[in-house]
């Protein structure tokens, strides 16, 4: 009964491949998140969806698109991959009943690895 | 252009004494401040926030403790334990604006 579980844990690819990310909250939470952490540890966040709306998107190359198909579940798709795109990528979600709650629960993170 | 600076990369305590991590913020707007404990291979934990309107909050081992003057924070563990080891993140936010800004965190490594 994980909270915010994603999947896949570790993906390897190639270059120029398409690749997806997945994330669920059972939290009921309206807001949901993305984080990435580069090889230097920093912790950035990409994008956030509230209640299925996009409602942030930081500086993030449109090869990255997420998409909220419910309130519960954030994909990240990433087209094109490229090697600058190793990472680990981080779903979050907070929030209950339309309160923002700044709380945020993490998912275990996707290793990504663009070889 | 760190919002939120971890100065400290690593930290090294013996068990049952204390441990201080601190935090820097450059962002005036920010007032909300959190925790987050890292586990390798896992992702972060909540551990204990403060808002702007206090300078303390405890909870168990674990107290944070803000000086908005100095816009610094510190997050003290006393008694240290062996399971405390971990990386160690600061975060920050602002009312009606969800999303948080995070230091680089600090590893703190608890000896027996």
């Known amino acids: 009964d994980t909270a915010v579980s994603q999947t896949p844990k570790y993906l390897v690819t190639q270059m120029g491949n398409d690749k997806s990310i997945k994330c669920e909250q059972n939290?009921?939470?309206?807001?949901m998140y993305w984080y990435k952490q580069d090889s230097k540890k920093f912790l950035k966040i990409m994008f956030s969806?509230?209640?299925?709306?996009?409602?942030i998107n930081e500086t993030v190359p449109n090869r990255f698109s997420p998409k909220s198909p419910d309130k519960a579940h954030l994909n990240l798709h990433i087209n094109s991959l490229e090697l600058g795109d190793s990472a680990v990528y981080f779903c979050?979600?907070?929030?209950?009943?339309?309160?923002?709650?700044?709380?945020?629960?993490f998912g275990q993170g996707t290793r990504l690895t663009v070889v | 252009d760190q919002q939120v600076k971890q100065n400290s990369p690593s930290l090294s305590v013996q068990e049952g004494r204390i441990s201080i991590l601190n935090c820097d913020y450059t962002?005036?707007?920010?007032?909300?401040f959190l925790w987050y404990k890292k586990y390798p291979a896992e992702g972060p934990t909540f551990l204990i926030s403060?808002?702007?309107?206090?300078d303390k909050n405890e909870d168990g081992r674990f107290t944070v403790f803000l000086n908005k003057s100095a816009k610094h924070l510190s997050l003290h563990i006393v008694p240290s334990q062996p399971g405390d080891s971990a990386v160690y993140f600061c975060?920050?936010?602002?009312?009606?604006?969800?999303?948080?800004?995070f230091g680089k965190g600090t590893m703190l490594l608890v000896s027996p």
């Open positions: 979050a979600s907070s929030g209950l009943d339309g309160t923002p709650n700044t709380e945020a629960f």
């Open positions: 939290l009921g939470h309206d807001t």
């Open positions: 969806y509230n209640n299925k709306e996009l409602i």
């Open positions: 962002n005036s707007m920010f007032d909300y």
């Open positions: 403060i808002s702007s309107i206090k």
């Open positions: 975060a920050a936010t602002y009312s009606g604006y969800s999303t948080l800004t």
